[in-house]
């Protein structure tokens, strides 16, 4: 009896080894497989993958603000309200259907986080950090831009391949190894760390050595630290959200604040390009890495879209300062005698002014009431707004355009389809139309086109200027109508807010539809 047991307990224990064996080799080959599937998607599909990312982040933004307690627990969001402004802060959009001031300290600290992992900066590192590092030493590399340097007959243009990173040379000499993209991420690390953090603290200390401008806040009730984080990170990230429902028109007088907010927001966006090959410099100075020699000398081998080389660097910033100096002038030139600068000194009109127009190209801070702006200055804002961030005046050789790659047929196939980023806004506008008909019949004032086209190109661009809803402009007067500090959005009906979400969604991806509407020939 106690043989045929321990008989039995041996053929258990077999089994149970023999289970045990084959359990862990089909989860180490699950394992294998996620990896492998992921690592695919991420190198293949980038525009599913910031889909979910964004969409997920939006939606675990709604559910924490839900759970969160509101400032003004007499005045309780809307699920869809508290789903807009969710989505605004994590595309960097800063579109509002609520006052700044209805939301509690928690719940602001929230939408910080949102907009800190929403930025370019982030998206950027994060996506170098996927690609490069979490996947082992393959990587994507874009042969079109290094075959720019070489020529010869069995030459591949035009394609992506996966090489490991030991074994792509350059010029016959030069390749790059993994930890040169080891070093780019410390660089990127160290660029996002310095520009927010730093940042933050700039700010704080002003507020305590200007006792103005802290009065300002504690007679609102916002703590400086909170204050300071907020604005810092919505700067950097070109958001555009301020802690306060009037924006930065309470600090217009403030000149040294907007200095200082200045540079932030050139930091994280237009001169982003410029600003990282400047750290990568500085990096390669101090501890004289051979690696950062080689991203500076070779910045199209990395395949990572912020490298530019010298050249690009200096035509886009030539471009930014440029737009700059333009907008300026023709602000200072239109509204010098305006409504909304007469309080003004000549020298705060003219820091006002710089800072107004840093801010139309994709931060979205105002020190005044875009409504009262003249249409020249509003044409040319969304202009501004509908650029991208890189746009520059870059002269191309002839025979640099001649050799460049065949795309993919498929991708070819595919982008015959797609429409232009202007076809795409006029859509949104018409569906916008269509949703506020009602409203645009009984209050034309308000609700024109263009201010319509205005938010909806202002969402696209990640913005968040906003020419606002006015009880004065009611041809009608309602003696219930109250003026509110949020966007001109917050007035639209719940259909035409749920579009206004997917043409922020749809901006903070359109880098993906660059090349739209090449196919389509106007003859």
């Given at each position: ?265 050139l930091a994280g966006n237009t001169l982003f390009a410029p600003c990282l090959r400047l750290m990568v410099w500085s990096l390669k100075k101090i501890t004289g890495k051979e690696e950062y020699h080689f991203i500076l000398k070779h910045p199209e081998a990395i395949g990572y879209k912020h490298l530019m080389s010298g050249r690009e660097c200096v035509y886009l910033i030539l471009t930014v300062f440029s737009f700059i100096i333009t907008q300026t002038i023709l602000f200072c030139s239109l509204e010098w005698s305006s409504e909304a600068l007469q309080e003004m000194s000549s020298y705060q009109k003219i820091v006002g002014a710089l800072f107004q127009s840093a801010n139309a190209r994709h931060a979205g801070e105002s020190i005044v009431d875009l409504s009262s702006l003249s249409s020249v200055i509003l044409v040319l804002y969304t202009i501004m707004m509908y650029l991208p961030g890189y746009t520059s005046f870059l002269p191309k050789d002839d025979e640099h355009h001649s050799k460049s790659g065949m795309k993919d047929k498929r991708r070819r196939l595919l982008e015959n ?107």
């Amino acid at each position: 009896m106690v043989h045929s047991l321990l008989v039995v307990l041996k053929k258990l224990r077999t089994f149970c080894t023999y289970l045990a064996t084959k359990l862990f080799s089909f989860t180490k080959s699950a394992r294998q497989s996620m990896k492998y599937s992921l690592q695919f998607i991420c190198q293949n599909n980038p525009l599913f993958v910031q889909v979910i990312y964004f969409t997920s982040i939006s939606f675990a933004g709604y559910a924490a603000l839900k759970v969160l307690k509101q400032r003004d627990k007499s005045d309780i969001l809307s699920d869809l309200d508290l789903l807009f402004t969710s989505v605004s802060a994590s595309t960097v959009s800063s579109m509002a259907t609520a006052e700044m001031e209805d939301f509690s300290s928690t719940q602001l600290w929230l939408l910080t986080i949102l907009m800190l992992v929403g930025g370019e900066v982030f998206i950027s590192m994060l996506g170098l950090y996927l690609t490069r590092s979490q996947f082992g030493n393959s990587v994507y590399v874009d042969i079109e831009s290094i075959n720019s340097t070489k020529s010869g007959p069995n030459s591949t243009q035009g394609t992506k391949v996966t090489v490991p990173l030991s074994e792509l040379h350059l010029e016959g000499k030069n390749h790059v190894e993994p930890k040169t993209i080891e070093s780019l991420s410390y660089a990127l690390l160290v660029y996002f760390l310095v520009t927010n953090l730093g940042s933050s603290l700039v700010i704080y200390l002003y507020l305590i050595l200007v006792p103005d401008a802290q009065g300002v806040l504690e007679r609102k009730g916002i703590g400086s630290v909170i204050f300071s984080v907020f604005t810092a990170i919505s700067s950097v990230g070109n958001c555009g959200f301020i802690p306060v429902n009037e924006n930065m028109v309470i600090f217009q007088k403030n000149t040294i604040l907007l200095l200082i907010i200045i540079p932030q927001i050139l930091a994280g966006n237009t001169l982003f390009a410029p600003c990282l090959r400047l750290m990568v410099w500085s990096l390669k100075k101090i501890t004289g890495k051979e690696e950062y020699h080689f991203i500076l000398k070779h910045p199209e081998a990395i395949g990572y879209k912020h490298l530019m080389s010298g050249r690009e660097c200096v035509y886009l910033i030539l471009t930014v300062f440029s737009f700059i100096i333009t907008q300026t002038i023709l602000f200072c030139s239109l509204e010098w005698s305006s409504e909304a600068l007469q309080e003004m000194s000549s020298y705060q009109k003219i820091v006002g002014a710089l800072f107004q127009s840093a801010n139309a190209r994709h931060a979205g801070e105002s020190i005044v009431d875009l409504s009262s702006l003249s249409s020249v200055i509003l044409v040319l804002y969304t202009i501004m707004m509908y650029l991208p961030g890189y746009t520059s005046f870059l002269p191309k050789d002839d025979e640099h355009h001649s050799k460049s790659g065949m795309k993919d047929k498929r991708r070819r196939l595919l982008e015959n389809w797609i429409f232009s980023q202007l076809s795409y806004l006029a859509i949104f506008v018409m569906l916008i139309c269509i949703t506020e008909r009602e409203a645009m019949t009984t209050d034309p004032l308000n609700f024109n086109v263009f201010s319509i086209l205005f938010e909806v190109v202002s969402a696209y661009g990640n913005v968040g200027f906003s020419v606002g809803y006015s009880c004065k402009r009611l041809r009608n007067h309602d003696v219930h109508c109250k003026d509110a500090s949020y966007g001109f959005v917050g007035k639209w009906s719940g259909k035409g807010k749920v579009i206004l979400i997917i043409v922020m969604i749809f901006g903070r991806l359109k880098a993906f539809n660059m090349k739209g509407g090449r196919a389509w020939k106007l003859r």
